[in-house]
C-alpha cells in the first residue's frame, strides 16, 4: 500500500460538509459552555464533528454511538475512581476494563473505542468529582444532538446523482461488451484478440461493484432524509435497471468465457453463431435505449456521452435456430440460454 493513499481520499469531500461540521462544532462549544459552565466544552465539540456524517442516517447512528460510549466510559471511570482512587496506574486500568466491557456488551467497533476514550479522557481531566463526569455526559449529548440537528436542517446530501452516473456507466460497457462479442462471433479471431475480450468483459464486475456501492450509499442517504419524497422515485427506476444490468453481467461474462473455451476458427461459418451475433447487436441497442431513458430523466438535454439509438426496442423476441449440424452444439446451446435470459431482463419477464 502507497503511503498517500493511506492518508489522502481519491477525491475531495463536499465543502458544505466541511462548512456544516465547522458550525456544528461551534454551536455545540458556545451552547454547551453556555449551560454546563466551568470546564472547556471539549466533549460536545467532539460529538458535534463526529456526528456531522454525509448522511443523515449514518449521523443518527453516529451519534447514539457517541452518546453509548460515552454514557458507559463516563461510568466506568467513576466506578473505578471511587474503588481505587485517582493514581495515575487507575487510568490504564479504566482504559482495559472499558475494552472488556464493550467487548463483553458486543459493542460495534466504534462504540468500543468510544468507551475506551472516554473512560481514558474523563480520568485524566478530573473524574475524582462524581458531578465533573454527569457534566460530560449532558455536554455530549449536547454536542450529538447538535450535530444531528445542523445534519438535517442545512441542506442534507442526496447520493442519487452518483449512483446514477455508474449505473449509467455500467450499462454503456454492458452495451458495448454484447457488441465486441457479437462482432467477434461470425469473425475468425486470434489467441491474443480472444485474451484481450476476456480481459474487456471482466471489467464489467469492478463496475458493478461501484455501482452497487454508489446504490447503498444512495439508500442511506434517503434514509431519514427530508428531501427523500422528490428523489425516492428517481432512485427506483436507477435501482430497476441497476438489478436488470446486474443480471445481464452474468450471462455477457458467461457467453464470453463459453465462447473463449470452445473457440475454433470454423465458428465464424456456423449461421446459428451469425444468427446469435445479430441478436447480440439488438440486445445491446436494446441496453443502450434503457441507459438513455435514464440519462433522460436527470435532464431534458441528450447526453452527447451516448450514441444515437432508436428509440423502438430491437430485441423484440427469442431467437429460435434448428439445432446445429457442426460440432458447436454445446456453445451454440450455451450462447441461447444466455441470450434467453437476456432477453427476459430486457423485456422485463
Do not use: C
Not at 462544532?25 to 456526528?51: E, N, R
Not at 484478440?193 to 455501482?211: D, G, Y
Amino acid at each position: 500500500m502507497r503511503l498517500p493513499s493511506a492518508i489522502r481520499a481519491p477525491q475531495r469531500g463536499p465543502l458544505l460538509q466541511v462548512l456544516k461540521s465547522a458550525a456544528a462544532t461551534i454551536a455545540a462549544w458556545l451552547l454547551a459552555g453556555w449551560l454546563v459552565p466551568g470546564q472547556l466544552p471539549v466533549f460536545a465539540a467532539i460529538a458535534a464533528l463526529l456526528v456531522v456524517q454525509p448522511s443523515v442516517n449514518q449521523s443518527l447512528a453516529k451519534a447514539l454511538e457517541r452518546s453509548a460510549g460515552v454514557v458507559v466510559g463516563v461510568v466506568i471511570a467513576v466506578l473505578l475512581t471511587m474503588l481505587l482512587g485517582s493514581q495515575r496506574w487507575v487510568v490504564l486500568t479504566a482504559v482495559v476494563v472499558a475494552m472488556l466491557v464493550a467487548w463483553a456488551l458486543r459493542a460495534s467497533p466504534g462504540t468500543g473505542n468510544q468507551v475506551a476514550i472516554s473512560a481514558l479522557l474523563v480520568l485524566a481531566l478530573g473524574a475524582s468529582d462524581p458531578t465533573y463526569a454527569v457534566e460530560r455526559i449532558i455536554e455530549t449529548l449536547i454536542g450529538a444532538a447538535i450535530g444531528f440537528i445542523v445534519n438535517i436542517a442545512i441542506v442534507p446530501p442526496v447520493l442519487s446523482a452518483p449512483a446514477r452516473r455508474d449505473v449509467i456507466m455500467l450499462g454503456r460497457e454492458v452495451a458495448a461488451s454484447l457488441d465486441r462479442l457479437a462482432d467477434a462471433l461470425p469473425s475468425v479471431r486470434t489467441g491474443p484478440q480472444l485474451h484481450e475480450l476476456m480481459l474487456q468483459v471482466r471489467l464489467l464486475r469492478p463496475m458493478k461493484v461501484s455501482a452497487d456501492e454508489s446504490l447503498h450509499a444512495a439508500d442511506e442517504s434517503l434514509s431519514l432524509n427530508p428531501r427523500r419524497s422528490r428523489h425516492r422515485d428517481d432512485l427506483v427506476d436507477i435501482r430497476a435497471l441497476h438489478d436488470r444490468l446486474s443480471a445481464i453481467v452474468t450471462q455477457v461474462i458467461g457467453m464470453t468465457r463459453a465462447y473463449f473455451d470452445h473457440y475454433d476458427d470454423a465458428l465464424a461459418d456456423d449461421p446459428a453463431v451469425q444468427a446469435i451475433a445479430e441478436q447480440l447487436h439488438r440486445a445491446g441497442h436494446d441496453v443502450r435505449l434503457a441507459v438513455q431513458n435514464l440519462a433522460h430523466q436527470a435532464s431534458d438535454a441528450r447526453d452527447p456521452a451516448l450514441p444515437e439509438t432508436s428509440v423502438i426496442p430491437a430485441l423484440t423476441a427469442p431467437l429460435v435456430v434448428r439445432p446445429p449440424a457442426s460440432d458447436h452444439w454445446i456453445l451454440v446451446g450455451s450462447l441461447m440460454e444466455d441470450l434467453r435470459r437476456i432477453h427476459n431482463e430486457l423485456a422485463g419477464d
